[in-house]
């Protein structure tokens, strides 16, 4: 099967069809977040390096801090909430979620992260009202959530490692809620890490721990899935330890937690990797795995370097490591795979895909090697900007797929 589409099936594109399944309607909203966020982002950071090419004003909450909010728990958020909102009730052998369910987190993301941009532009109440139905959004979502893990018959420990990753986001997404209501700044810097933390990589391991080794034996000859839960369960307690230390401001402190989670994710990789040839899919989930060691390799030496001398070297290249090396990536590996699978079409790596995800690996460079340039702003601003080359032709792409019927004619 290729992506070429039969007479049959050319149709007008249809927005009516994002709500036919979870996935094509919170992709949808992901990849249209993905535009914005960045956008805003990237023109914030033009403006701030050479404002005599254009100027933006300084929002209130801090632009820096109202971009790690836009990333984590609306942008991210939406592109977890498809894929959750799909692969629960399988995971637990339920039936799918009625459209009611999943529309309301739909519009409660990309209306949240709409005004929340309108508000960073210049209308003051946008941030507000942005925040409301980011809230409206996450509520909406735990609450369709949470029923199935009392309704299954089993326990399907990877769905209730991702529930409790979004309680801790929506505690992160509380504590922003505080700030932006008048409490101290330290609230804002709790919802930060939360977001990293508590929330984003807790679900990005717990779907890969579950996944990974999944795809890999079902296309690889020979492979043995290698998935045991106390792998997951050290992870947790180490990255709580973490979150707990920066919670703390114990800077000194992190390499407790980041070189052990270092051996933890060296260890994920060379046993994961699977061996010989393997198809285009597989291999990009591998190669965003490998940047999680990178990332715990800066944090350790970040760590050990503040211990040492009290500076806090690296600057926020851990964290791009973290974000665009490994988020990043999977995000294009995953949302392409679920994409390719879910419209009929066969699992492959389209053009558009590869480009964005080689793209992505220049751009964690740029932003990670920004931190040492001598223009740190510069290149901040140029990573920005490629992160929009990165991506554009491939949201196009999937957002293209997601109004559109699925190719072999089935529902969903």
């Not at 709500?19 to 403006?47: D, I, K, Q, T, Y």
Request: net charge positive; hydrophobic share 60%; with cysteine.
């Amino acid at each position: 099967m290729d992506d070429r589409v039969t007479p049959a099936l050319r149709a007008p594109l249809s927005p009516a069809l994002l709500g036919e399944a979870p996935h094509r309607l919170m992709f949808f909203v992901g990849a249209s977040n993905v535009l914005l966020a960045m956008l805003w982002w990237a023109a914030w950071l033009v403006s701030a390096r050479w404002p005599q090419l254009l100027s933006l004003h300084q929002p209130s909450p801090y632009a820096g801090w109202l971009h790690a909010f836009v990333m984590q728990y609306q942008m991210l958020a939406s592109f977890i909430f498809g894929f959750l909102l799909t692969v629960f009730p399988r995971w637990m052998g339920l039936r799918e979620f009625e459209r009611w369910r999943y529309l309301p987190v739909g519009i409660g993301l990309f209306g949240g992260q709409l005004m929340t941009l309108f508000g960073a532009l210049g209308w003051n109440a946008g941030i507000t009202v942005g925040l409301l139905m980011t809230l409206a959004g996450w509520s909406a979502a735990l609450a369709t959530l949470a029923p199935l893990l009392w309704r299954e018959k089993g326990t399907t420990w990877h769905a209730r490692s991702c529930f409790a990753a979004l309680v801790l986001g929506f505690i992160g997404l509380l504590a922003w809620t505080a700030f932006v209501l008048g409490a101290s700044p330290i609230w804002a810097f709790a919802s930060i890490k939360l977001g990293s933390f508590g929330l984003l990589l807790p679900v990005y391991v717990s779907v890969a721990h579950r996944m990974f080794p999944f795809f890999a034996g079902n296309v690889v000859p020979g492979y043995q899935p290698w998935r045991p839960l106390w792998l997951l369960a050290a992870f947790w307690a180490l990255a709580l330890l973490h979150l707990a230390l920066e919670l703390v401001h114990g800077y000194g402190w992190l390499w407790l937690a980041d070189v052990p989670l270092f051996v933890l994710t060296i260890a994920l990789c060379v046993r994961w990797w699977p061996a010989g040839r393997k198809p285009a899919l597989l291999t990009v989930l591998f190669i965003g795995l490998a940047w999680l060691p990178v990332a715990f390799v800066l944090y350790s030496a970040q760590s050990f370097a503040y211990l040492l001398t009290g500076a806090y070297a690296l600057g926020r290249a851990p964290a791009h490591a973290l974000f665009v090396g490994f988020f990043g990536s999977i995000l294009v590996a995953m949302v392409t795979r679920v994409t390719q699978g879910h419209s009929g079409r066969a699992l492959v790596m389209p053009k558009a895909a590869w480009f964005a995800f080689v793209a992505i690996q220049v751009v964690a460079a740029l932003r990670i090697g920004a931190e040492f340039a001598r223009d740190t702003m510069q290149w901040q601003a140029i990573a920005a900007l490629g992160w929009l080359v990165a991506m554009t032709p491939w949201i196009a792409r999937i957002g293209r797929i997601y109004l559109s019927p699925r190719k072999d004619g089935k529902p969903g």
